[in-house]
């Protein structure tokens, strides 16, 4: 498919390397409810996504996924640490002082019923972006309203509708749209084939790839299937009760997994294949409370490798290999 002429001045890169980052989080923290007894829901969080490169952030429900996306695009307030754009902290910017950034940072939110105004028709969705950005007017508007929504696969005639008369799947690619239209520089991608039929999540994900390779696309793709993950992402960030467990690059980390967490939620992932046989490490308990997190390293208590000093020092997150990071106390593992 060719691009159409709204996305000519986007030029496709190669997934970055060891570049500088589009986008560093250092430190993130973000708590809810009483200072004195808060919901650590993201808790001393980093990790960075370099231009071009699409960052998978996985982890169970409840795990701080989606708070870390939201507050890095200042949707919630952090409650510590920064947020770098281009070198540019975010962290303590006011509404009014964030507003030459929300052209350049956008979400496709995880539920295509909830994040579609029912009462807008679909041409006034997408033009309340460009409106809000002061991108067209008139008949230019217009024309690019229709040639967004053919870039994703609908056409001119849906304009004039409202969300209720959509699937799902294409409520989905109406919001993929939306973030497009402004032409961002980074996308946060907040489960965004959680909430659709398996057939739809294929179509989805593969419209995703095939933007990425167009446009050189910088994202974070935040989602518990590991399939989709593994398929999408140039790198993986494991989250585990508001923290950083590993990161590695996708190949490697499902090849060799260096953290016991990781360990298990592979494991714990079903196969296609019925011939395919592996060890399955089923973890113990339920994840616990952000309210009264566990001393120590977060995991233990669910870890079958912990140990006395597990429950006395948090384990920092540290480089392991070129590339390859975890937080865990013990090198003996895996």
Excluded at 239 to 268: C, D, K, N, W
Aim: one cysteine or more; a neutral charge.
């Amino acid at each position: 498919m060719n691009a159409p002429s709204v996305f000519q001045t986007a030029v496709p890169v190669e997934p970055a390397t060891a570049v500088e980052p589009m986008i560093e989080i250092i430190g993130l923290k973000k708590y809810f409810g009483h200072q004195h007894h808060p919901v650590r829901a993201v808790d001393d969080v980093s990790f960075s996504v370099a231009r071009g490169e699409v960052v998978g952030l996985v982890g169970e429900s409840g795990s701080g996924k989606s708070t870390i996306g939201r507050s890095i695009l200042k949707l919630i307030e952090p409650t510590a640490g920064q947020i770098l754009y281009q070198g540019k902290d975010l962290a303590g910017l006011s509404q009014r002082a964030m507003r030459p950034y929300r052209r350049d940072l956008q979400i496709i939110f995880q539920d295509p019923y909830a994040s579609l105004n029912p009462r807008m028709r679909i041409g006034d969705i997408i033009g309340e972006a460009l409106d809000t950005h002061n991108i067209k007017q008139g008949v230019a508007r217009q024309e690019r309203i229709i040639e967004l929504l053919q870039l994703v696969g609908l056409s001119a005639e849906h304009t004039k509708r409202f969300p209720y008369e959509f699937s799902g799947g294409q409520r989905q690619r109406i919001g993929i749209a939306r973030a497009l239209a402004v032409e961002p520089k980074f996308i946060v991608a907040d489960e965004p084939v959680s909430a659709l039929d398996v057939s739809i999540q294929a179509q989805v994900i593969n419209l995703l790839q095939d933007l990425r390779q167009q446009f050189g696309l910088t994202m974070l793709f935040i989602s518990h299937d590991l399939d989709v993950v593994e398929y999408l992402c140039d790198r993986i960030v494991v989250l585990y009760l508001g923290r950083v467990m590993e990161i590695a690059p996708s190949a490697e980390l499902y090849r060799a997994p260096r953290h016991p967490y990781t360990e298990a939620l592979l494991g714990a992932s079903p196969r296609p294949d019925p011939d395919a046989r592996r060890e399955r490490k089923l973890l113990r308990g339920d994840i616990p409370s952000p309210i009264n997190p566990p001393s120590g390293c977060v995991f233990r208590t669910r870890c079958p490798y912990a140990s006395q000093e597990c429950s006395e020092t948090v384990p920092s997150l540290r480089e392991i290999a070129p590339g390859r990071w975890k937080a865990c106390l013990r090198d003996d593992v895996l």
